[in-house]
């Protein structure tokens, strides 16, 4: 019998709905939030507002485009956390309600669960190329910096973690610096590809085992600029692609680095990224070289699926829905999962 989920993802600044059949995606709809952009990052309040603006038509407008009615849906997953906890109740709140009147399951997700599950989204008329596990995933988003081993769809290991900023914070953060507007991260990488990446050098922290940490970093590129401007009070206008790729080569090398050892330490080769910044063009141009370098079976995410989306909260749920894993109607979104 054929599975249909919709799927619900409000965790931050983006309402996403999916619908989701037998674990292919039949429609995908983000609604961004532009308000956030000139307060330099996201303002929980407004964000849960916009959400609740925009929920119910973007529910509509999926389930239009994937030509589902409501009498097709057979559950509805949700995220329940991490995030922020107003953008999350909306969520929570809307797909309770829909489970509750139409009679069906719930699920709850975990959002980086989700995140990393992102590879597993099949698409019609595609040649899905799905890992076998265990699947060695570096999760690296705007919140978080993690590196995962998934033992099989329900069974996850975090065997590294940053002990301070995310590696996607570090963009936003450098990129405020800069004067860029939120998210950063995404300008960055497009103003790396006209800079040269060793123009200038920033700190690499020291960091033990498989963690991350990109504090030190943060504050060595604000410590860097404000000494440059007061000789050169244009220097980032005059030096802004090569701070950019500068910047931007010194995260990706982070991130590869530890990705190198992990994958040395467990012995895993079906390696894969996950969330916003596996987006960025100089971490999957790493990653490669080092796939083909060291025979990795390398996933890099389609980019509609490395940032927030309902499409992955859909892929969890629809394994949950076949285990069984429903929630309680009583349940409250966590705002740390
Ligand atoms: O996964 P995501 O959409 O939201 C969270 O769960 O955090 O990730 C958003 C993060 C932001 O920090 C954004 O700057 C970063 O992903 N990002 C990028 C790129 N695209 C998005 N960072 C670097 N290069 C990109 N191309
Ligand atoms: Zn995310």
Request: hydrophobic share 40%.
């Amino acid at each position: 019998m054929a599975v249909t989920i919709l799927a619900i993802e409000s965790s931050c600044d983006d309402t996403s709905v999916a619908v989701i059949k037998d674990g292919c995606v039949l429609s995908n709809l983000i609604a961004s939030q532009d308000i956030h952009k000139s307060y330099g990052g996201v303002v929980p309040e407004l964000a849960s507002r916009a959400h609740q603006a925009n929920i119910v038509p973007v529910t509509q407008q999926a389930m239009f485009r994937a030509g589902v009615a409501v009498d097709d849906i057979d559950a509805v997953a949700f995220t329940r956390g991490p995030g922020l906890l107003g953008s999350l109740l909306v969520g929570t709140s809307f797909a309770k309600g829909f489970a509750i009147t139409k009679n069906i399951p719930l699920i709850e997700v975990n959002h980086l669960q989700a995140h990393v599950m992102a590879h597993f989204i099949l698409e019609k008329d595609k040649e899905n190329r799905i890992p076998s596990f265990p699947f060695l995933c570096l999760l690296v988003s705007g919140g978080h910096t993690r590196i995962i081993i998934m033992r099989n769809h329900h069974e996850m290991e975090v065997i590294g973690n940053t002990i301070d900023d995310a590696a996607g914070e570090a963009f936003d953060k450098c990129g405020k610096v800069m004067g860029f507007p939120y998210p950063a991260g995404p300008l960055i990488d497009k103003l790396s590809v006209e800079g040269t990446s060793n123009a200038f050098s920033f700190s690499k922290p020291v960091v033990k085992g498989l963690d991350f940490s990109f504090s030190g970093l943060k504050t060595n590129f604000l410590y860097f600029l404000r000494d440059k401007i007061k000789d050169d009070p244009e220097f980032i206008e005059n030096h802004k692609a090569d701070l950019c790729a500068s910047l931007q080569s010194t995260i990706v090398g982070i991130l590869i680095g530890k990705m190198v050892r992990a994958s040395h330490e467990t012995g895993i080769t079906e390696i894969g990224i996950a969330g916003g910044v596996s987006a960025n063009s100089g971490l999957r141009n790493g990653m490669m070289i080092e796939a083909q370098k060291r025979k990795w079976n390398l996933f890099l995410p389609e980019f509609m699926y490395t940032t927030d989306n309902a499409a992955m909260i859909g892929i969890t749920g629809y394994y949950k829905y076949l285990r069984g894993e429903f929630t309680g109607h009583e349940v409250t979104p966590l705002a740390r999962y």
